[in-house]
């Protein structure tokens, strides 16, 4: 009896409920001490037996009731601390998760798109086949234009091809709407190119911003030309430089100081210190001309989607971005 007083007083300083179901076997199993008590009451008789008996029930009623009650607190906290374990913590970071912000290619579109549209300019979808006049003759690129050479294009018959830049959307755009017109239009571009910077299939960004004569003008392009390079690439110097596009004129393109070196000069920016990122210009009046506008003026600007995303993710081979390496994606 002593034993079984001793095991009863255990279950209070049991923490396990295996250590508790230790203890009940101990006593209640098949031949826990308990179950070998009450079989040894057949040798005993009369008296000595029904007070032995009743001592047997009060220890196992007392046993039974403690042990539950032991086994209930020991279940409650399991419970509790499953939940604490498995309670989900929102502000942790998802380390764990291998998604990515999406192709740094549309990541680098939609930032682009989001600037410019918030600036008022209306996003237009352009055909990816055009025919010569829209993607040259319009643009000021006649058939005998050296201009025409720059770009190796795709043809079909019938004078229809593949664009080669999204330029041709600024002859729709003037065909389809009456000035004011504030608009980008982006999208896939094709040239008969292959190396590590040229693909044949990219993807540009054209703006078009025409008005009344003399009510936009260079200045107004340079403005916001540098305030979205700025926002784009953070705190960089922007350059300049007067170029030639048969359908703007002036024409300029711009650099931007070499984010990967500061301007000190590195592989990436052929140790110029610069980066060139688009091309721009005053519409050529020819072009108006083209399409039988007339009283206006106008700005526009072209801009190479992979070249941004190439300098802002640091990638140096542009096929990369077509590879479908879901390393790639996962490095952002
Ligand atoms: N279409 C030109 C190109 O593909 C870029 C450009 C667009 C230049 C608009 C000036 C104005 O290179």
Redesign the pocket.
Known sequence: MQTLQALLTQISSTTTLEGLENLRLQVLGKKGLLTQEFSQLKSLEGQVKAQKAQELNQFKEAFTSTHALKKQELQNLALEAKLCAQKIDWSLAHTHLRASFGHPLSHTKDRIIEYFTQLGFKLHLGALIEDEFYNFDALNMPAYHPARDMQDTFYFQDRKLLRT?T?PTQIHALQHQEPPIKMISVGPTFRRDYDTTHTPMFH?V?GLVVDRARRVHFGHLKQVLEDFLHHFFGDVRVRWRSSF?P??EP?AEADISCVFCEGRGCRVCAHTGWLEVL???CVNQRVFENVGVCGVSGY???LGIERLAMLTCEINDLRSFFETDLRLLEAF
């Open positions: 830049h330029s540009q054209e596009f359908f703007t024409s091309g721009s210009g526009a600007f072209g």
